[in-house]
């Protein structure tokens, strides 16, 4: 048995490894020295492209050679670049020592000082981690947060024509449908996609303090304005321009932020479905061997809505943080942003853990549907803003105040007091036709 998650400091990389392990390809280490060797190795091939004079002479055949430096990794070239980096204490300048010293081996010595030309470490970090968070949300984040969606949308069908006591202010209001209820939070979270989606993934390039002074000073008659919009792109992001040292993190942060606005809505679907089952509207499908409570034998927990809902509200918490901290650096950059960009994995990977437990809470739900009809049978006062509203129609007196009057008197409304009501109405026997057809069941609206 592999021991190893036992000592990690971390939850989302011990107890939770399993549902997290997916996000290593794109937050560890390894991963962020992967796209560093990946954005310094595409550069290099972009300035062989214009080309460069001194790169004219450069063998084209030679770029897949060059990609598989960062396409086919191994961990023990990863451990090298970490060796390099105990001497030069700068891990970006590990990333080009070791390029160099892949240049020698290949014999391609004669440009291995156009690795890394006229950058800073920033510009390789704030390319490379942008495009790990982008292909994480896309290939793991978005994917699993679907699953969801669909589970939803698959409610909202199954049981859109059940109709369902409301509550506001805890307390029993106008019927709704449990389908439309689930279809709320559908329509909820496609919109935050919809704006996530919206939103481009930003990237810093341009040399020490974002001029490209470098750049232009070697080579005054390339347009590298052009060259660093085009290479960005062609990475799938956008070029923040104007810049000072590093990336100003504006789009970072409302990345962050529709993020953390996904998870509250997250939350409040976790809260409202354990209220639902803690109102017997829904039995949870139990799994031979599992235990509920150490004490109580009856108790089947609604433990993956809470662990969902402790997991989210940890990733808002760190999303908030980061969206409010990263913006702010000093004059052309300070380091704070460094340590910080470092933790960007940690709340995607709790908002995965939410996830994956949300969805097997869902995927747990057995309707109900005799504790929901009788709630509604137990709640005819709930008609009386469906009678009053006709009566206004009709031109009644205190329509409003006489159902008031009715259904305040603390004594309990059901069918017969509704008819009784209705029956000692003056007026006409067409009208209390149409009020006694007004029912807790009927009275849904769209």
Known sequence: MDTNFLFAISPVDGRYAPK??????????????????????EYFIALCNIPLPQLADFDH?????????????????????????????????AIEYYI???FKAMQLEKWSEFVHFGLTSQDIN????????????????LPTLNEIIN????????????????????????????????????????????QLR????????????????????AYPEINWVEFANDFVKSLGMHRSYPTTQIEHYDNLA????????????????????????????????????EVGSSAMPHKVNPIDFENAEGNLGMANAIFTF????????????????????RNMGVPVAHSLIAFKSLKKGLDKLILNENVIQKDLENNWAVVAEAIQTILRREGFKNPYETLKDLTRTGEHIDEQTIYNFIEGLEISEQLKKELHQITPWSYTGY
């Open 20 to 41: 997290t392990k997916q996000l290593r390809q794109f937050f560890s280490e390894y991963a962020l020295i992967q796209n560093r060797l990946r954005v310094e190795i």
């Open 100 to 102: 160099k010293e892949q």
């Open 254 to 289: 409302a990345i962050f932020d529709s993020m953390r606005r996904i998870n509250t809505i997250l939350i409040d679907l976790s809260r409202d479905i354990w209220t639902y089952i803690s109102m017997e509207y829904f039995h949870q499908k139990v799994k031979k061997g």
């Open 322 to 341: 980061l969206s409010m901290k990263l913006p702010i650096s000093r004059l052309q950059r300070d380091l704070t942003d460094s340590t910080v960009l």
């Open 126 to 141: 704030n390319t490379a981690q942008p495009l790990m968070l982008k292909e994480a949300i896309e290939q793991v984040y």
């Open 198 to 217: 919206a939103i481009e993934f930003p990237a810093k390039f341009g040399g020490a303090t974002g001029n490209m002074n470098a750049h232009k000073v």
């Open 151 to 194: 589970t939803i949308a698959d409610y909202s069908i199954q049981w859109k024509c059940v109709p369902m006591l409301a509550k506001t202010h805890g307390q029993p209001a106008s019927p709704t449908r449990l389908g439309k209820e689930f279809n709320v939070f559908q329509v909820r979270i496609e919109e935050q996609i919809r």
């Open 61 to 93: 055949e030679k770029f897949n050679a060059l990609r598989s430096i960062y396409q086919d990794l191994t961990p023990e070239a990863a451990v090298r670049i970490k060796d390099i980096e105990k001497v030069t204490n700068h891990d970006v300048k």
